[in-house]
């Protein structure tokens, strides 16, 4: 489709855009500066309804790199509901309050659209474009807020060094993919395929793009720069970090993949089974995500580490790479938004009340707060995948598809062991804020905003583990590329 | 969402919104939380209500039958769904009108209670869950329920948990409820894989269509394992044991949950499965009716304390049921639910009202060791308490089957149907008609033995008797309504206020039950048509030879019972109806002590041979190959080649801090080092 006649289509974005322009004009304005977050949350709320009545077609946008598809769709739901709250809570992060944040929700914006971008993108072009220029940068910036901070700088130089790296292993692997088909939009990609006479380049260049993808959603080995990162930054970009950019790297991950290899049957490459292979990586991120979270004692750093086992958790659907498959994904996906981000609100409610950073600062919140603490332990449950939660229906379908495929039977155990690996250090922290008296039994209330964001995500990640057909339903509708 | 769907879930939610309520609010607001309550009641059972008066302005069936999807996993789905035809309509009016009457009189029986508030959530937690089981049409959804209101029965049994009696008994109730429901689930699991459905309805169509082959043994199995469901919820023979003991719950929970409402959820239960049972199935089913009906009246006889007398009697009662359904004799299984809920509920708030007051004036007294609920202490409280002794003469009257009075219109039919099955078959089914009427002439003795020693006579103890009382008119209230409607004109009115006849609304709006399995429902009718008349005569004999009799042993004392009861034992007879058969004794012995015993081999062997020889062996055995490796460890491989690894990291790592400073450089180089093994390892192998 022209560029001109895509406009039509691609509102929600363009929304998106005026709302980025207007919160960084009104930012400039000494009187209107502190309703900035107002029109970030109407643009984002806007950008949703635009988005509601959006129903895709089946061509792509500006000349085919920009798709508009129900499979984007749904990640783009993902992308504004994490947004939203991040914006919201951060408004209530204690430690955000006094800095001098201009541009604060500027970039968050920025960065939803970057999301929306990568979701969509059919290009290698658009690709990178998202990923790295509006998804990056800003995230980059974002990580590094607190200019006073010496931890915050830490995490956001160290993102933007292994960023660039990977970023350019990817563009690496872009540049042979061009070089051996002769395209830049996946589906031209997909039919030179064919035709490539060197396979060993062809591993190569997915390797160096799987790199990329893998650092999005820190896969073992480009996951170093994650926990370092999730500890330094504000923890709203945290909770923000671990879910939307991986979700958007899963979208990116499986629509590449899916749209180039497995619709032309490819499932060996030089002799190399790459299912295997991610299966093998998914075995290995999600065992070194829960081995090492288990040591640590920061709360924070150990959810990011969690964060790394979840993302192994999703790999292993992505080794088998059927429809079923990204389903299950994207049931996780679902899921993971509700039940990581609830408890990322919940370490700002402890830090925010009683500066808490690791397990000893935590003992005995529960009896403090009864009630958030009780909603803790539903993510927690939820985390580690206990029925009847959100997570337990997650892991259930990615068992499911792992198991029907009878491919790797071995997977499936790996997995299911390091879920009770996790049930150990989520529940780490069940015991430290219930069995444990606090030193000063006064108790807590929690900043109504905070409170309400908990509930609001700790109730579907109990519900969606009772009732989730309209979930699937919604997600059966949204497979389609 | 059509305004029917609504109606129904609000039935539903309401009590659990109540629940809610009481749990998180309650204890701020102290007793005033109970108006809560009793408006969310009240707006329930005139819900209910309104679905009751749709059976007389649209007659026919399926008031609502809907269903949507729990969840669906490939080719397999699970629905959820809501089926109301006229059966389910009535039941609902029986549960709401009994909760709503219970909640009124707990606002005085449990005036003063600490936890006030949270025994009116667990009410509504209650009737949410007994509603539920009541609307559901699936087997799956009853079943969810069905453990549910297990929950409500559990909380409310123990609400005096501080009592070790009390705790226990809830225990008790729940492990031997859950015997019951194994089975139950066993059941319905068999159905689900023959029939690939869990809807209550779609079995019956299947099944008259052909399934299983009409009459397969497969078929009866399965029947027989969901009825187990019922045979512990109901208190049917064998698992009848908890009942009694759950009259350590507040006596407004015993009218509700213990007597009226979900006891008859497994009789409601096997109504709604009746379709599909088999004859075998219906055969073994009135079985345990009959048994259970005959042995539970016989061990009311003995008993001293007045709420186990009605347990026991609701037990009895509760076979009466079972054994209708078993015949066949459907229509008046469910009738008897229906006029038993409303006269054993009145039954059991009169005899609360006689215990509060008891209580009251021992409390006054000052005696902390008097039992107030044993019946030798009472006597003569008529002149003092007339309200309770009115409405509980009249529910008397009723469970013994008077004419005028509902019991009889409803025992009469299932006597008949009992009748009825026996001049079918013959042979050793006399015993059903045997237990039927053996059965009445014992509930008329046990019941006018409990007005006589309580409310006539001399009062056993004059310094209580001083300060009893009638109760406050919110105890009274709901006993006048349920007596009145204990009179026979209730169920029949309009058609006719003929005592003797059944016909009415009831009559009309429940149809007289198909089957599918094989049971040839216009056989049974007729049958029952010709045994009504001889049923009816023998009946009204039996009751008035037992009210009699407990005339002149109790009232009169022209038998002197001291005597009797001594003269009985001569062949242990007074003793095996005291000690209720001695069943709880024989589980003990042959249940529990060997699976204590077992329970305690097992521990010796895992402790003894398994952890002391066999783990510690082992552990020996880790001892000493984690020596040796420690020693090649640390002498081969860390001294040589990790050190050595380190030496050259620490020399890489000094040569790259050179150009760079922290430690990203280890990160980079640990992804770089990463896809390179990637890349060289997967071409390699």
């Known amino acids: 489709m022209s560029n001109f006649s895509s406009i039509a289509f691609y509102l929600p974005e363009l929304l998106l855009v005026l709302t980025i322009l207007a919160v960084i004009v009104v930012d400039l304005i000494p009187g209107l500066k502190r309703f900035n977050w107002i029109i970030a949350l109407a643009g984002i709320v806007f950008t949703g309804v635009l988005l509601y009545g959006d129903s895709g077609v089946s061509e792509s946008l500006y000349l085919g790199t920009i798709a508009s598809d129900p499979f984007a769709y749904f990640f783009k739901w993902i992308f504004l509901i994490a947004g939203f709250f991040t914006i919201l809570v951060s408004r209530h992060t204690h430690a955000l309050r006094g800095a001098d944040l201009p541009e604060y929700n500027a970039l968050l914006l920025i960065v939803v659209f970057g999301l929306f971008l990568m979701a969509s993108a059919t290009n290698l072009v658009t690709v990178y474009l998202g990923m790295i220029e509006t998804v990056s940068l800003p995230s980059y910036v974002l990580a590094g807020i607190l200019k006073n901070d010496r931890k915050s700088n830490e995490a956001s130089l160290k993102y933007v060094i292994f960023g660039a790296f990977s970023s350019g292993l990817m563009v690496y692997g872009f540049s042979w993919l061009y070089g051996l088909t002769g395209s830049m939009s996946l589906s031209g990609i997909q039919q030179g395929l064919a035709g490539v006479q060197e396979p060993l380049a062809l591993y190569m260049a997915i390797l160096l793009v799987l790199a990329g993808f893998g650092y999005k959603i820190s896969m073992v080995p480009f996951h170093f720069w994650t926990p370092d990162v999730y500890e330094g930054s504000p923890t709203p970009i945290t909770g923000f970090l671990s879910v939307a950019p991986k979700a958007a790297g899963f979208a990116i991950l499986m629509r590449f993949f899916y749209s180039v290899f497995t619709t032309n049957s490819l499932t060996t490459i030089a002799g190399v089974d790459w299912l295997t292979l991610i299966a093998l990586l998914s075995a290995v991120t999600m065992t070194f995500g829960n081995l090492i979270a288990l040591q640590q004692e920061n709360v924070k750093r150990m959810l990011a580490f969690s964060s790394i086992a979840h993302a192994g958790y999703m790999l292993m659907a992505l080794s088998i790479l059927s429809p079923d498959a990204i389903k299950a994904v994207m049931v996780y996906l679902t899921m993971y938004l509700f039940m990581n ?49 959100a997570g337990f229906v997650g892991k259930l379908y990615l068992f499911a598809v792992v198991i029907a495929s009878k491919k790797f039977y071995w997977l499936a155990i790996v997995g299911v062991l390091n879920s009770v690996v996790s049930l150990f250090y989520y529940f780490r922290i069940v015991k430290a804020m219930w069995l444990f008296s606090p030193a000063d039994p006064k108790p807590v209330k929690a900043d109504s905003v905070i409170g309400l964001s908990i509930l609001l995500f700790t109730i579907p990640a109990l519900l969606l583990g009772i009732y989730w057909t309209p979930i699937i339903n919604l997600i059966d509708k949204s497979i389609g590329f | ?109 449990m005036r003063g209670d600490p936890r006030y508030t949270r025994y009116f959530g667990y009410l509504g937690l209650f009737t949410f869950s007994m509603n539920g089981i009541v609307l559901a049409n699936s087997l799956l959804m009853m079943y969810v329920f069905w453990e549910l209101v297990g929950i409500s029965s559990y909380l409310l049994i123990g609400f005096w948990f501080e009592k070790q009696s009390a705790a226990s008994a809830g225990m008790k109730a729940f492990l031997t409820n859950r015997v019951g429901d194994i089975g139950m689930f066993i059941g319905i699991l ?88 088999t004859p075998a199935a219906l055969e073994f089913v009135a079985v345990i009716g009959g048994i259970t009906a005959l042995m539970a009246a016989i061990i009311a006889i003995t008993q001293v304390d007045i709420k186990r007398v009605l347990a026991y009697s609701t037990v009895s009662q509760l076979g009466y049921m079972v054994m209708a359904l078993g015949v066949g004799a459907f229509q008046a299984g469910f009738f008897h639910l229906t006029t038993h809920a409303m006269f054993k509920a009145c039954l059991f708030l009169a005899s609360g009202s006689v215990i509060h007051s008891m209580h009251h004036a021992l409390h006054k007294i000052d005696d902390h060791s008097t039992d107030p609920q044993d019946m030798r202490n009472m006597g003569g409280l008529r002149k003092k308490m007339p309200i309770t002794y009115i409405s509980m003469v009249v529910a008397s009257l009723s469970i013994s089957g008077i004419p005028f009075f509902t019991g009889f219109l409803s025992k009469d039919a299932i006597l008949a149907g009992t009748l009825a099955y026996y001049h079918l078959h013959h042979g050793w089914t006399i015993f059903l008609p045997i237990s039927g009427f053996g059965a009445a002439i014992i509930t008329a003795f046990y019941m006018f033995r409990l007005i006589f020693m309580t409310f006539h006579g001399e009062p056993a103890r004059k310094d209580i008797h001083e300060h009893l009382h009638e109760t406050p ?105 005291f000690h209720k058969f001695y069943i709880d004794e024989i589980y003990d012995a042959v249940l529990y002590r060997p699976f204590f015993w077992y329970t305690k081999v097992v521990a010796k062997f895992d402790w003894e041979l398994y952890d002391q020889k066999f783990i510690d062996w082992w552990g020996w055995l880790t001892l000493k190959i984690s020596d040796w490796s420690g020693y090649s460890d640390y002498t081969w491989l860390d001294q040589k080649v990790v050190d050595g690894f380190g030496k050259a990291t620490r020399y890489f790592g000094k040569e790259l801090r050179l150009s760079q400073s922290g430690v990203i450089q280890n990160y980079i180089l640990g992804g770089v080092i990463g896809i390179l093994s990637i890349f060289i390892l997967f071409q390699a192998f």
């Open chain 1, 341 to 389: 981000m609830g408890a990322f609100f919940m370490v700002i409610f402890a830090e925010n009340q009683l500066n808490a950073h690791t397990l000893e600062d935590w003992k005995g919140l529960g009896r403090k707060a009864p009630f958030l603490g009780a909603l803790m332990v539903i993510l927690m449950m939820s985390l580690t995948g206990l029925p009847p939660s």
């Open chain 2, 1 to 109: 969402m059509t305004p029917t769907l609504m109606f129904a879930l609000a039935i539903l939610f309401l009590p659990l919104l109540s629940f809610a309520f009481q749990i998180f609010f309650g204890s701020k607001i102290g007793r005033a939380a109970h108006w809560f309550s009793l408006a969310a009641l009240g707006v329930t059972l005139s819900l209910a209500l309104s679905f009751f008066a749709n059976i007389f302005i649209t007659p026919g069936y399926a008031l609502l039958d809907v269903s949507a999807v729990w969840f669906s996993s490939g080719s397999f789905t699970v629905e959820l769904g809501i089926y109301i035809d006229n059966i389910a309509a009535v039941m609902l009016v029986v549960v709401s009108t009994i909760s709503f009457l219970v909640h009124i009189y707990s606002t005085e029986y």
């Open chain 2, 190 to 277: 068999l159905l689900f894989m023959q029939l690939g459905t869990f809807n209550i309805q779609a079995i019956a169509e299947q099944v008259e269509f052909g399934a299983f082959d009409g009459t397969g043994l497969l078929l009866t199995i399965a029947g027989i394992m969901v009825f187990m469901g019922a045979i512990g919820k109901s208190a049917q023979f064998p698992l009848h044991i908890w009942l009694p003991d759950a009259m350590e719950g507040p006596t407004p929970v015993s009218a509700l949950i213990h007597a009226a409402t979900m006891v008859a959820a497994g009789v409601y239960m096997t109504v709604r499965i009746f379709a599909f049972l």
């Open chain 2, 473 to 577: 008119g919110a105890m009274t209230t709901p006993l006048i309504i349920l007596s009145v409607l204990s009179l026979a004109f209730v169920f029949t009115i309009p058609s006719t206020v003929n005592p003797f006849n059944s016909q009415g609304w009831f009559t009309s709006a429940i149809h007289t039950g198909e089957n599918f399995a094989g049971l040839d429902m216009e056989v049974v009718g007729e049958a029952l048509h010709h045994a009504h008349e001889p049923a009816m005569m023998i009946s009204l004999t039996v009751a008035a030879l037992g009210i009699l009799a407990a005339l002149l042993f109790y009232l009169f004392k022209v038998v002197d019972v001291e005597k009797l009861t001594r003269r009985v034992n001569k062949l242990g007879l007074y003793n095996l109806s």
